[in-house]
């Protein structure tokens, strides 16, 4: 469960608040000006000694303006509560180590949506008293309503229903291009839980939301939520610019602080279409027509109707910009390169029709080829080529297999270059040095989900370990000692900026719920707030928990959805095993032996194209195999399978063996992956 906040001041032995998991990696920064190596000692509950060690130093670390050393204590795979880690004096909060660590966080940061609902009552028995709120903007005085909002001057002549949807951020508007890039984060996450066979621990009443237990998934149903939004904002048949989709809607001068959303008596309007914003409902539309197909075929078919018209419309307006100027009331979002979301757009619609126009759309792109589609600053609403390419690198297609080991290439090397960063850092983060800019925690978690696909993709440990890293960077391991998730670790954010969230400007009204993701370091100092308290900050500290600094503290849709992406992949490792795998030495002699390994599908949905990995704790060297490749890298052995066998079907198994030698050690591997899954 979350830990209670609290005003402890910050330890000099940085760790993740929440905890580690077992199998998963477990280091601490430790701040500190000592050149030699510092002891460590990780102690329980009752105070006792259950693992030392000498801590690495590591000097001056560049972005939090500290010199530090890391303590590495990964090697303890026990479990309990209440553990500390304690060096040269100093001792970090208190943690857990457990398997089921991340279950309450995945559910609380995707509840966050729920709280951030438009056009619907937010119900006391699903988040508390506290947060319950009546529905905002539709029309019930003193709203103006979203359920007839006409356009700005010159923009349109008449008036459009786009009730429903998430208000983007603390304020109260609605922005096609966040609610675009979140909705496929979130549709994303499901997709890939259901080829790692643990889509039931996003499915149907597993969330505190009104459509549980209706037998669609709760996490689709939470998207469809957005996407019925996104697709009210589509220009009508008939209409100039039919087939676009508005850029945003919002009030028309910027909404006061603190104020209900049903309390808002401002205008809403709506603001000229956009190709970045049409190109947005046109890839997440077709990723919905895709994924909601085995639940919702309806729904399913008229996302895809939707993606189709925004395609065709957007290939006839390519240039039809978001200003820079109409920052009014709301953010402009403005973004005059828009052939990565044509690229996007079109990688979604030909996964999903296999269609020779889309794949030709899809191959044509320069950003097919580019290097850059996954840069060193990972992905964002203004940066979607990205998300093309992990889609496809991870759903079935028709590309040609050289082209497609190119795709997913490219994700490992974008991968590589995120876990060569993470490894000259003191805090390991996956952003460069000079990347502590305005919603820098929402490009961190980015970054894992990159990670997370190349450990998909190669059953890589390495990677696995890097997704999990930047949790332990967003709950405490950082330059501040802070942990950015409202309701998780000793010392959380509070205040984050939000209009209804404001306990610090009205007693009356709650801190945000638990699950928020502040927005994080942002060394530019965006905010009046940040300027007058954060002057002479290094760029990794540039945070305040104030609500006033919504450079640095506020929430928004697009950061919380890669959290919550994030904490469903490290839950889903945490508690569920999808593979399990039977190790037997056949024949050993003096320096040699065979073996047989045995791989057992314990998910629910079919395995296509499997790699298993495993390390060796005796020196042991594979020198041939059959039925599988295995090759092996110092003590790390990948099996993959030899195409004839590379499905494993719910229940089925898949053997292979080998011979190898050895030192006169031959112990059995006790632990292994199949795709990045850790199995039983």
Known sequence: MPTPASAAGTTAVRVNQVGYLPDGPKRATVVTTAAQPLTWQLRDTSGAAVASGT???????????????????????????????????????????????????????????????????????????????????????????DTSVPCQATVCDYTRDVRGGWYDAGDQGKYVVNGGLSTWLMVNSFERAKRAGADAELGDSTLRIPERGNGIPDILDEAHWELDFLMRMQVPEGKPYAGMAFHKVHDAAWTGMPLRPDQDPQPRELHRPSTAATLNLAASAAQCARVFRPYDPAFADRCLSAARRAWTAAQANPALYAPASDSTGGGAYDNTQVSDEFYWAAAELYATTGESGYRDAVTNSPWHTSSTALSAYGFGWADTAALGRLTLATVPNGLPADD???????????????????????????????????????????????????????????????????????????????????????????????????????????????????????????????????QGCAPAACYIDDIGSYSTNEVA????????????????RSSTGVCAVTYKNDNVWSTGFTATVTVKNTGSTTVDGWQLTWAYAGGQRVTSAWNATVTQDGTAVTAHDADWNRGIA???????????????????????????????
């Open 55 to 145: 801590a690495v130093p590591r000097g001056a670390d560049t972005p939090s303006g500290q010199s530090v050393q890391v303590a590495d204590f990964s090697a303890y795979r026990g479990s309990g509560s209440g553990y500390v880690l304690a060096v040269d004096g100093s001792v970090s909060t208190p943690f857990d180590i457990r398997a089921n660590l991340y279950d309450s966080l995945r559910s609380d940061t995707m509840a966050f949506f729920y709280h951030q609902r438009s056009g619907i009552p937010i119900e006391a028995s699903l988040v508390g008293p506290a947060y319950a709120r009546p529905a905002g903007h539709l029309g019930v005085a003193p709203n103006q309503g």
């Open 404 to 534: 497609l080991a190119r795709i997913r290439s490219s994700v490992t090397s974008a991968a590589d270059g995120y876990v060569s960063r993470m490894a000259t850092q003191g805090y390991a983060v996956p952003v460069p040095a000079d990347g502590y800019f305005w919603g820098s925690n929402g490009e961190v978690a980015n970054d894992a989900i990159v990670l997370a696909t190349a450990a998909e993709l190669t059953g890589d440990g390495r990677y696995r370990t890097g997704a999990l890293e930047t949790m332990d960077y967003l709950l405490g391991r950082n330059a501040l000692g802070q942990s950015y998730v409202t309701g998780y670790g000793t010392k959380s954010s509070q205040n984050q900026h939000h209009r209804f969230w404001a306990h610090q400007l009205d007693a009356s009204l709650p801190h945000p719920p638990a699950g928020s993701l502040a927005g994080g370091p942002d060394s530019a100092l965006d905010d009046p707030v940040a300027k007058e308290k954060l």
């Open 557 to 572: 849709i697009n950061w919380n959805a890669p959290l919550a992406w994030l904490a469903a992949y490290a839950a889903e």
């Open 650 to 680: 719910p229940g089925a198994t898949v053997s292979f063996g080998f011979q190898g030698t050895h030192t006169g050690a031959n112990p059995v591997p006790t632990a292994f992956s199949l795709n990045g899954h850790a199995c039983t």
